[in-house]
Structures are given as C-alpha cells and as structure tokens.
C-alpha cells in the first residue's frame, strides 16, 4: 500500500474556510463520523453484488474524501467508482476495495489526530 493515500493536506480546506478553526474542525468531525457508516454501505453494497448502488456510495464518499486533499486516494477511489458502474466486478475492483478497507482506519486515525491538534491549539 502507498503511503501517499495515508496523508491529508488541510491546506485547501483551511484556504476555503478563510482559516476558521472551528470550520476546519467541524468538517473533519462530519468526516469521521460518516466515514464508517459510507465504508460499511460500500462493503454490504459489493458483498449483495449491488455494483451500480455502491457507485453512488462511492461517489458520496469521494466528495467527502476530496477535502482532504490527498490526489492519490482521489484516484483510487474514482477508479473504484468507475468500475462498480459497470455493474459487475473485477479482480481489479475487488483489489481496490480491499486496499481501500486496510487504509480508512488509517485514515479516520489520522484525522482524529488533526482534531486533537486543532483542539489544542
């Protein structure tokens, strides 16, 4: 796995926010709350084989995932939504996935680490 789908850049959102600390952390929060939920929605979606609903999830959750300004991740997610639009599966869509389970709780981790820091700031 990459170590570049596990870092988020805040820089954008920040520029967004106008540098608005509690904005920034209210949407990382928004964030780690839905995460899991979305993630749980796309695995069930892929395990009934419903390939075209969990495109939609995946989409939901790339536009989550885009504010964190990680390309990479951005990438891998849009191709995971390429190919459950088809409708069916590919060992290529089933290796996306799997690498996309090993890193969201790497990810959430990270951006609950982001909270802690801009709590304490």
């Known amino acids: 796995m990459s ?3 596990l870092v988020i850049d805040l820089a954008p959102l ?4 106008g540098d608005d600390t509690e904005f920034v952390k209210e949407i990382l929060e928004m ?3 839905q ?9 069930e979606e ?5 390939y ?5 999830t995946v989409h939901k959750y790339k536009s989550s995932l885009q504010i964190l300004g990680n390309q990479s991740l951005i990438s891998m997610v849009q191709e995971m939504e390429d190919l459950s639009s088809t409708g069916h599966t590919t060992p290529r869509l ?3 996935l799997d690498t996309f389970n090993s890193i969201c709780d790497q990810l ?13 700031a």
């Open 108 to 120: 959430l981790d990270i951006i609950r680490e982001e909270l802690i820091m801009l709590s304490d």
């Open 46 to 50: 892929y395990a009934r084989e419903e």
């Open 14 to 17: 920040r520029s967004l926010s």
């Open 31 to 33: 964030i780690s709350i």
């Open 3 to 5: 170590d570049t789908l």
């Open 94 to 96: 089933a290796s996306l």
């Open 35 to 43: 995460s899991p939920q979305l993630l749980d929605k796309i695995n």
């Open 52 to 56: 075209q609903a969990m495109s939609k």
